[in-house]
């Protein structure tokens, strides 16, 4: 999991057992082991270690919160700023999370409640796999994709996308047709989409 949030760009704090991730802010992970055998998962969490974090421990060592006149509660500004970063930070975990299949889930310790509980990702489709055909193509390879021609004289053959001209307007969908380097290595070829297909080698060429 951490290699995810990683992968998504978040700085990943070091566990609270590593006393050299004390100055980093970012995603904390943590085995959640209080659970019973089979209903645990991880706690996920965004850490702040930072001026604002400082600002917000002094405001709160000296009670700097009240009561307003309206039924409400008048908070020193670190403390609301804080509260509102890790909100904001929360709810882009969770989103995060879930659109990677993961079960996430809020408010499941009262000890914890900046804390999300994730468990095991469901089984389907993820981001690392590599896109083929029927989708891959669908609304047409850009130039350098290595393509297979499958029909006309040059079946078989391997070659590159130079161009694809989509109809008037429209920048979703098969294209009407493409341009690609001609198998004999001399000028170029225009194919129907139906005529070619994802090579394997797929690379774009530098």
């Known amino acids: 999991m951490r290699t995810e949030l990683a992968a998504a760009g978040l700085p990943i704090r070091p566990g609270h057992e590593d006393r050299s991730g004390d100055e980093v802010s970012g995603v904390l992970v943590e085995?959640?082991?209080?659970?019973?055998?089979?209903?645990?998962?991880?706690?996920?969490?965004?850490?702040?270690?930072?001026?604002?974090?400082?600002?917000?421990?002094?405001?709160?060592?000296?009670g700097a919160w009240r009561r307003d006149g309206n039924g409400g509660t008048e908070w020193h500004p670190a403390l609301r700023h804080l509260s509102a970063v890790k909100e904001a930070m929360s709810g882009a975990l969770e989103e995060i999370l879930q659109s990677l299949g993961y079960e996430v889930l809020r408010n499941v310790d009262e000890y914890r409640e900046e804390s999300l509980l994730v468990?095991?990702?469901?089984p389907g489709p993820h981001w690392r796999d590599r896109a083929v055909p029927p989708l891959a193509g669908s609304t047409g390879y850009m130039p350098g994709i290595r393509v297979r021609l499958v029909a006309g004289e040059f079946a078989g053959a391997v070659t590159t996308v130079v161009s694809h001209k989509h109809p008037l307007g429209e920048i979703v969908g098969p294209p009407l047709?493409?341009?690609?380097?001609?198998?004999?290595?001399?000028?170029?070829?225009?194919?129907?989409?139906?005529?070619?297909?994802?090579?394997?080698?797929?690379?774009?060429?530098?």
Do not use: C, K
Not at 119 to 122: K, L, P, Q
Not at 178 to 200: I, K
């Open 31 to 62: 085995l959640a082991d209080d659970f019973e055998p089979g209903q645990g998962g991880v706690w996920v969490s965004w850490w702040v270690n930072s001026p604002l974090a400082e600002a917000s421990l002094r405001a709160r060592r000296v």
């Open 119 to 122: 468990r095991a990702r469901a």
């Open 177 to 206: 047709e493409y341009t690609v380097e001609h198998p004999d290595g001399e000028g170029q070829l225009t194919v129907a989409p139906e005529d070619l297909t994802l090579a394997e080698d797929d690379e774009i060429q530098a």
